[in-house]
């Protein structure tokens, strides 16, 4: 993709108005991009949606490329709030942290289903961003597993790989039980699904000590 | 995507000569699709690259959504083969038996980086064949973990959950040590970082008795 329009990218909007303005924009990008991928949305569909004039969408957003790019850090920063508003909630171990933030994150799927969609695609339309999503949720997530490690919850010997690991665990339990829940699924299986993951790491990555 | 040209798929090759026409433009739709992503792919440039005559490629395929169809399922089998060679190679007990098909896996993966994008475009492109790749290798894996618990080797609680979340750790490290691979990486990063995947394994489904 060209980076030519980020060097157009206007300014943050400086009135509450105006980050409400842009906040209706965002979430119709993200029914728009969701439901009819990056290919055939439209500005036009985008702004008709958040019932916004046509032109008011250059006040925010350089390009279609651009407001994407927007969104996909915005859903980033989605996942990254719903788990830290779960996670501050109470004072917590480390492997209860690990529950608590894969819970929020199935949740956040839940309702959330196109964030699938749209990271995914981010990884055709806007690979930088698709990099960016997934290395800062791992260092998040390895951020966690040191803290753990040096309370001593956790072994002291957990890594970037375990990171990683955990993260793609916790995207496939999302695919599988959010995003493609299917019928025969019990009322509470994501939960279940979130236990029984936990429990691989409560004896995996807890400390032995 | 219209599923009408699935109905006009021709027969597969009688021959050997036809079969291995038809690998070569799997090969070169490989590249093709890996390189330029699907929309940007012609059947003219993958009849190119393998050397074929335009008019053969419909004595195989149907159409460019069916020869990407048939790619996908052609790269899981892939998958599958080389974990399974990797298995056959000597009796493992069901911990080895998931590192070796980890090791297998980011093996494959580094040879083909292609998958990645090749895989995730399905997605868009072929929503069944996407979800038919993850929810085989998912049977596959569990299949893998109940002969374990059968065995003794694993827990005897292990369900489709922890496939799931093991298959999730496998694609995660994958992308970062197979696709992803940095710079500043050691030359055994992806070996260490297997290693590091299965010490939660071996704690975490290994059999307590």
Redesign the interface.
């Known amino acids: 993709m060209a980076r030519t329009d980020t060097d157009t990218t206007p300014a943050p909007p400086a009135t509450e108005r105006g980050r409400r303005t842009r906040r209706k924009l965002l979430d119709a990008a993200t029914a728009e991009f969701g439901e009819r991928?990056f290919?055939e949305a439209s500005i036009a569909s985008i702004t008709q949606r958040a019932g916004v004039a046509l032109g008011s969408f250059y006040t925010y957003f350089g390009s279609k490329e651009a407001i994407f790019r927007d969104l996909v850090r915005d859903l980033s920063d989605g996942v990254r709030m719903a788990a830290a508003q779960r996670l501050a909630e109470r004072d917590m171990d480390a492997l209860d942290t690990e529950r608590a933030a894969l819970a929020a994150f199935l949740a956040f799927a839940r309702e959330h289903k196109e964030i699938y969609?749209i990271i995914?695609?981010a990884?055709?339309v806007a690979p930088e961003s698709y990099?960016a999503h997934?290395e800062e949720a791992?260092q998040r997530i390895l951020g966690r597993l040191r803290i753990g490690a040096q309370g001593g919850q956790l072994r002291d010997?957990l890594?970037?790989?375990?990171a990683?690991?955990?993260?793609?665990?916790?995207?496939?339990?999302g695919?599988?039980?959010a995003v493609?829940a299917q019928e025969g699924d019990a009322p509470d299986e994501a939960e279940?699904?979130a236990q029984?993951?936990n429990?691989?790491?409560?004896?995996?990555?807890?400390s032995k000590n």
Chains 1, 2 share one sequence.
């Open positions: 991928g290919h969609r995914d695609e990884e055709f990099r997934y791992a010997d890594e970037e790989a375990h990683w690991a955990i993260m793609g665990m916790n995207v496939f339990l695919l599988r039980y493609w279940r699904a029984a993951a429990s691989i790491l409560v004896e995996g990555i807890g």
